[in-house]
């Protein structure tokens, strides 16, 4: 591990830190310069010396592809709320592949589709963790403002967090927007790894963990989308079944990967 790819990193994790305390344009700036510093540490740790990934390298490009798609976002909408949330979690994870180096894939990235599906898989990992995290922030909103012991006090952190977000119905036309563009891109690798199983991993379709979660989560999600067209599906049910696809969803890579990788050894 080279001495500049750990300053880089670092160089990322301070301007991730400083853009969460700023805000207007210096704050999408230094976002902006921390996104290509991120892509660039990706891109050496797993393509520098081959092809590299394992749970943490997922992780920390999830978080970037979700910093991208809330970076362009904010650029029509407020949503420092958002920012606030998910950039100190990016910071943190951006750091893990330099204590978690995962598993050389050089021979399974040589077959013909297994790159394009390994990027519109990442795609479909990054925009549905901003999803996932967008949900949170509705059911703390929704908690805070509907739940008991006389609301939220105004002058308090978290009254004042609160009155930097947009209304309730703005929140849930982007988490659905993040939530159709996601499964979108989920589709896409449900059917690659389907019925091109053999070009993406030299082998036949096998129904093993990874597949299976990754088929509920599509489904889930498929399910939330056709509720919301025919039947208006909102509130806790969205949040419930976003935070639910995204579990399984998890489940079916950085979860394995985790256990495999940290807790037996295996990379």
Do not use: C, N
């Amino acid at each position: 591990m080279s001495i500049l790819l750990v300053i880089v990193h670092l160089l990322a994790v301070l301007l991730y830190l400083a853009a969460w305390r700023a805000d207007g344009r210096r704050a999408d700036f230094m976002v902006a310069v921390g996104l290509v510093l991120h892509a660039w540490t990706l891109w050496e740790e797993v393509l520098g010396s081959g092809w590299r990934l394992g749970f943490a390298s997922v992780l920390s490009a999830t978080l970037w592809i979700g910093i991208v798609v809330l970076w362009l976002e904010g650029l029509t909408m407020r949503v420092r709320a958002l920012r606030t949330l998910i950039l100190p979690v990016a910071a943190f994870v951006s750091l893990l592949p330099l204590f978690f180096p995962g598993a050389d894939i050089s021979a399974q990235a040589a077959r013909p589709l297994f790159v394009p599906h390994l990027l519109v898989g990442m795609l479909a990992y990054g925009v549905l963790a901003l999803a996932a995290l967008h949900a949170l922030l509705m059911v703390a909103t929704e908690r805070a403002l509907h739940g008991g012991g006389g609301g939220v006090v105004p002058d308090s952190s978290f009254g004042r967090f609160l009155e930097s977000l947009p209304p309730l119905l703005t929140l849930e036309r982007i988490l659905f927007r993040f939530i159709a563009v996601g499964f979108a891109f989920l589709t896409l690798t449900a059917l690659s790894g389907v019925l091109f199983s053999e070009e993406v991993f030299g082998r036949p379709f096998v129904a093993d963990h990874k597949s299976v979660f990754s088929l509920i989560a599509w489904f889930v999600f498929g399910v939330l989308l056709v509720g919301r067209r025919l039947w208006g599906w909102r509130g806790r049910t969205a949040l419930r079944l976003t935070l639910g696809g995204f579990a399984f969803l998890l489940l079916a890579y950085v979860g394995s990967r985790f256990v495999l990788e940290v807790i037996f050894g295996r990379y």
